[in-house]
């Protein structure tokens, strides 16, 4: 397994934490995700041998949010 944590702009309240869990959760390969609203931080562990970084982020970027690289 393994772990990132990704600066996320937009994000503004509880629903939009709930969003990216939701979306995180049903996406194959991430195994848990964790919003930190203030800090704009989303913790996402997975399995690197069934789903990239830039998955996990095209994913977030979907929603309408932007991933801070």
């Known amino acids: 397994m393994s772990k990132i944590a990704l600066k ?6 509880k629903n939009c934490a ?3 869990n939701e979306a ?3 996406t194959d390969g991430v ?3 964790e919003v930190d609203l203030p800090g ?3 913790t996402v562990e997975f399995n ?3 789903i ?18």
């Open 24 to 26: 995180l959760d049903k």
């Open 40 to 42: 704009k931080l989303v």
């Open 52 to 69: 990239q970084k830039n998955k996990i982020i095209h994913v977030i970027d979907d929603l309408g949010y932007e991933v801070v690289r």
């Open 31 to 33: 195994s848990s995700c």
């Open 8 to 13: 996320v702009m937009g994000m503004s309240c």
């Open 18 to 20: 709930k969003a990216i």
């Open 48 to 50: 690197e041998d069934t």
